[in-house]
């Protein structure tokens, strides 16, 4: 099973920027689907983006499509999210994710999740 651990969350006002990162030990990262999920306070852990194998396919969720790009450098076997104009609405727990089909919004299509990093956005 594959480690995951995210890093790179912290406090920003409103139209900032943050990167997240997602290291991934092993040495088989290239073969995984990967994707990002947040959790606001209350909510339930939705969907943010996610990244074919070779990096040549994305996709967003409508929420952060434009504002949001998921990238991946398989040699570093490490995965990134550069988050842009940082909304309020966008404070929550930022997990990465393993999975095997790609395009799924779907929790229950990911195997292995990180610990999650803290993101603020005040306003």
């Known amino acids: 099973q594959v480690q995951l651990v995210e890093s790179g969350g912290g406090f920003v006002q409103a139209g900032g920027s943050l990167r997240l990162s997602c290291a991934a030990s092993?040495?088989?990262?290239?073969?995984?689907?990967m994707a990002w999920f947040r959790q606001a306070p209350g909510k339930d852990r939705e969907f943010v983006a996610t990244?074919?194998?070779?990096?040549?396919?994305?996709y967003y969720a409508d929420s952060v499509k434009g504002r949001f790009t998921i990238s991946r450098d398989n040699a570093k076997s490490t995965m990134y999210l550069q988050m842009n104009n940082l909304k309020p609405e966008d404070t929550a727990v930022y997990y990465c994710?393993?999975?095997?089909?790609?395009?799924?919004?779907?929790?229950?299509?990911?195997?292995?999740w990180g610990q999650g990093t803290q993101v603020t956005v005040s306003s």
């Open positions: 994710a393993v999975g095997s089909t790609y395009g799924s919004q779907s929790m229950a299509q990911y195997d292995s």
């Open positions: 990244i074919g194998r070779s990096g040549g396919t994305t």
């Open positions: 092993g040495r088989t990262f290239s073969r995984f689907i």
